[in-house]
């Protein structure tokens, strides 16, 4: 069976490359906390994207999808569920809201694991929510070729309630300890219980989750502004290729946590780099962002991309402009011939044509 310890493992991660990511994370962390006392009409727009891309994405890692108009309804609670994929999403949303709103009253405990579990399937039938596996699985990958071979064996369902509860034991005494960076062990646990792989489902979901509650909990709040499960899903194969690189012996207690705590630490200085340059737009003073109009702004935004843009991309960029007039100035410039439209419905684009 896999043992932890993570003051002996967060020690032996810090490598130089490790704590140049922690050092500039923590310097990020200290730059958010100065922005938003400077600019606090930031917070509100940008949680409300974030909270529809974090919903919107870690269910999409999963294969789990509805419609952007659907999406939208469904994390605003305007419309119900209405199949499968929409139960589940609205599951997310809800126990994203109890993470985001109640972190601070929320430990790390396996019984706490088990209501959140419980809360992510609570508007489907499904029996197992709430509950342990109760047969053994495994993580299964397929190649470009369609050829599907078992990339990591979890413990077994009779060890996984045991495993559960030596690493949260293990993280609390660690955590209280105070000599590893709560960075370091929020890595280490994440990755910890994706290997225990202990649900039948929602095993993704639950480890993203469980990243933001102890992000949060140890005073790294990014995730509630910008989405790191959208950073995710937009990395996804480096995602499954550090969390394969991470895995080799575990099993047998001789496995390196270093990939998935670098990847991890990357995505989070991603989302901080990503609120500043949303923070430097917000900041322009304001005689000087009224004297621009939105059209011009949004036409900015994207001739200065190298990539095309979805409207959600538009909209993190400008939180301060609504979802309608992004649409609006979008069909205007189409039909002037500034832009072109990239895709259909849900992979839909807009690059420029006058960069």
């Known amino acids: 069976m896999h043992t932890f310890d993570y003051e002996k493992s967060g020690h032996e991660l810090l490598t130089t490359q490790t704590v140049n990511l922690l050092n500039a994370v923590h310097e990020a962390k200290g730059r958010q ?21 974090s919903t919107d994405a870690s269910n999409r890692i999963e294969g789990i999808s509805t419609t952007n108009k659907r999406l939208a309804g469904i994390v605003s609670e305007k419309v119900a569920p209405r199949n499968r994929d929409e139960e589940e999403i609205a599951g997310y949303r809800d126990v994203l809201k109890t993470i985001h709103e109640n972190y601070a009253y929320i430990p790390l405990k396996p019984n706490v694991i088990l209501q959140l579990h419980r809360d992510l399937f609570k508007h489907t039938p499904l029996a197992f929510a709430g509950h ?12 470009g070729t369609g050829h599907a071979k078992v990339r990591f064996r979890p413990p077994s369902a009779l060890q996984t309630p045991e495993l559960v509860a030596k690493t949260c034991d293990d993280y609390n005494k660690t955590n209280e300890a105070g000599d590893i960076d709560p960075l370091l062990l929020t890595c280490m646990f994440v990755f910890d219980f994706t290997c225990i792989h202990p649900f039948n489902d929602g095993n993704g979901r639950m480890s993203r989750l469980l990243t933001l509650l102890l992000l949060y909990r140890s005073g790294y709040e ?31 207690n001789t496995n390196n946590h270093t990939p998935f705590v670098n990847y991890l630490l990357g995505i989070i200085l991603t989302a901080y780099r990503e ?38 991309d538009i909209q993190q960029t400008l939180p301060d402009i609504s979802t309608s007039t992004i649409e609006r100035t979008l069909k205007t410039l189409l039909n002037d011939n500034q832009i072109q439209k990239l895709g259909t419905g849900r992979s839909t684009r807009y690059v420029s044509l006058h960069r």
């Open 222 to 252: 990014i995730g509630k502004y910008i989405s790191i499960e959208h950073l995710i899903e937009q990395s996804r194969a480096t995602y499954y290729e550090a969390l394969a690189a991470s895995t080799v012996g575990w099993n047998e």
């Open 132 to 143: 342990w596996k109760d047969s053994d699985n495994m993580i299964v990958e397929t190649d």
């Open 275 to 312: 609120f500043d340059e949303r923070a430097a737009i917000v900041s322009t003073p304001t005689p000087a962002r009224h004297s621009i109009t939105k059209k011009q702004r949004i036409t900015d935004v994207l001739n200065q991309s190298l990539s095309p843009l979805s409207k959600a």
């Open 33 to 53: 906390n100065v922005q938003l006392q400077v600019s606090p009409e930031l917070a509100e727009p940008l949680a409300n994207v974030a909270r529809i891309q």
